[in-house]
């Protein structure tokens, strides 16, 4: 095999994560890659933009399709294409991504060449999410409006791993009544995979605010149920809590939707609360 191996980096936005992916190809295009040149690329996905730089003689840059918009006449496993250019010698490929995150196609040369390729790459981030990250926050009417319905805007602490619960993100429902599920959702800039996370309610003296809820991810353009859980800790009076929660699979997403379920405070109609979400 001929491997030429080329290192790329990247300029890279604070909120993109490179990674190293090895594009292997040959110089037949008949449909099956018989892999006889390697090239290894840190890769970033901004978006649906893909790119790559060394700041010498690489540039790489394309785009990935957008699913199921009906637009572009796309469907369930997007479309890619990108140039990659090596020194002045330029490559155009073009192919599919697959639910298993495999991207495969064919690539042409300036010079006639041509040939087919594959690769694996995931654009998930490859840590925890922060608050940077994060494109847009809502929460249901009743953690508003009231005097004592609240949900604290995002700032740098949210999704930080602490008890503290001046920090990080908080809401509470106090004069609406318990119209469940009571939901608040997060977007993020790219995708990244969830399974272990914090949360956290908080006893004034009539019991836990909150005692079971459900998490969901955005998949396809539809929320999809992805675990039930249930807040087992006895609070003291006046006390905060956080418990560690696990999902059965681990779910890669670029949105989640946390729905509170129940309460045992049933003071004026009803409480929830819910804060110190945190991912590890």
């Known amino acids: ?39 290894a690329v840190n890769v970033v996905q901004q ?9 010498n003689f690489v540039t790489l840059l394309g785009e990935v399709e957008e699913t199921n918009n009906p637009f572009y006449g796309s469907g369930l496993e997007p479309r890619v294409h990108f140039k990659l250019n090596e020194n002045g010698n330029v490559k155009w490929f073009t192919g599919t991504r697959n639910a298993a995150n495999i991207w495969t196609g064919t690539w042409y040369g300036s010079d006639g060449s041509r040939g087919d390729f594959g690769f694996e790459f995931s654009n998930a981030l490859t840590t925890p999410p922060v608050c940077d990250d994060v494109i847009n926050f809502s929460s249901d009417a009743a953690f508003s409006g009231g005097e004592f319905d609240y949900t604290r805007a995002l700032d740098e602490t949210c999704l930080t791993d602490t008890d503290d619960a001046t920090k990080g993100i908080y809401m509470m429902s106090d004069t609406g009544g318990v119209p469940f599920p009571m939901s608040f959702s997060l977007e993020f800039k790219s995708n990244f995979t969830l399974q272990s996370f914090k949360l956290g ?14 998490v969901e991810a955005w998949e396809n353009g539809t929320w999809v149920k992805k675990g039930e859980f249930e807040f087992t800790s006895v609070i003291q009076n006046k006390a905060f809590a956080r418990e560690l929660y696990r999902l059965p699979q681990p779910v890669t997403t670029s949105k989640i939707r946390i729905s509170a379920t129940g309460t045992v405070d049933y003071v004026d109609a009803g409480r929830v609360l819910m804060y110190g979400l945190s991912f590890h």
């Open 47 to 55: 978006g649906n933009m893909l790119i790559g730089n060394d700041g």
């Open 1 to 39: 095999m001929n491997k030429r191996i080329v290192l790329a980096s990247l300029f890279l936005a604070p909120q993109a994560f490179a990674q190293n992916v090895v594009i292997n190809f040959d110089d037949v295009l008949d449909g099956v890659n018989n892999p006889t040149n390697t090239i």
């Open 201 to 214: 309610t908080y006893n004034n003296g009539q019991g836990n605010r909150l005692t079971t809820f459900t």
